[in-house]
Nanobody, 111 residues
């Protein structure tokens, strides 16, 4: 079965950086687009970024220019590099592929 395991969240001050990882198993990672979403309490889960199987990326306007995404097909891992973090980036970040989700990793940015 599909498994997605996120890691790398934590607490940082505004302007800091974090790198999230999503280790995938149970499907052909190299052939699939990988997504990151985020969610804050009481709000819908919102799309943040994706990387296609060819390495094409796109980002939500709110993070464009600050976040980047990459993948390592040998390690079945997708990464979200988050720079210049803002307090409004605080959320639980989820990895998504096919119809499945990871358990999420908390990111907290203090001002």
């Amino acid at each position: 079965q599909v498994q997605l395991v996120e890691s790398g969240g934590g607490s940082v001050q505004a302007g800091g950086s974090l790198r999230l990882s999503c280790v995938a198993s149970g499907f052909d990672f190299s052939r699939n687009t990988m997504y990151w979403f985020r969610q804050t309490p009481g709000n819908k889960r919102e799309w943040v970024a994706f990387i296609s199987n060819r390495g094409d990326t796109d980002f939500a306007d709110s993070v464009k220019g600050r976040f980047s995404m990459s993948r390592d097909n040998d390690r079945n891992t997708a990464y979200l590099q988050m720079n210049s973090l803002k307090p409004e980036d605080s959320a639980v970040y989820f990895c998504h592929a096919l119809n499945d989700w990871g358990q999420g990793t908390q990111v907290t940015v203090s001002s």
